[in-house]
Nanobody, 125 residues
Framework: QLHVVESGGGLVQPGGSLRVSCAAY????????IGWFRRAPGKEREGVSC???????NYADSVKGRFTISRDNAKNTVYLQMNSLKPEDTAVYYC???????????????????WGQGTQVTVSS
């Protein structure tokens, strides 16, 4: 059964770094578009970054230059490296998967079919 599991969240101070992971089970990640979304308290779920099956990437303006998405095909895992973290990055981070071409500059959460349970990232001093 196809599913993904996020890990790596935690508490970090402003300016710090964290890497969250999305491990895939039941399918091969490099055949799919993978997106990272986040939902902050009281806000809508928003797209953060995505990587297509072909390897192209997109980032939300709020994280450009700070976050990097990557894929390790040998481990069947996608990573989101987050640097220079800010309190406004605090959210539950979700990994989402779709077999279509959904990795675009404006990510649409309704286009992603499979979702993980999320991992909490808290940026606070």
């Amino acid at each position: 059964q196809l599913h993904v599991v996020e890990s790596g969240g935690g508490l970090v101070q402003p300016g710090g770094s964290l890497r969250v992971s999305c491990a895939a089970y039941g399918f091969t990640l490099d055949n799919y578009d993978i997106g990272w979304f986040r939902r902050a308290p009281g806000k809508e779920r928003e797209g953060v970054s995505c990587i297509s099956s072909g390897g192209s990437t997109n980032y939300a303006d709020s994280v450009k230059g700070r976050f990097t998405i990557s894929r390790d095909n040998a481990k069947n895992t996608v990573y989101l490296q987050m640097n220079s973290l800010k309190p406004e990055d605090t959210a539950v981070y979700y990994c989402a998967v779709d077999s279509g071409y959904v990795c675009r500059p404006k990510m649409n959460r309704y286009e992603y079919d499979y979702w993980g349970q999320g991992t909490q990232v808290t940026v606070s001093s």
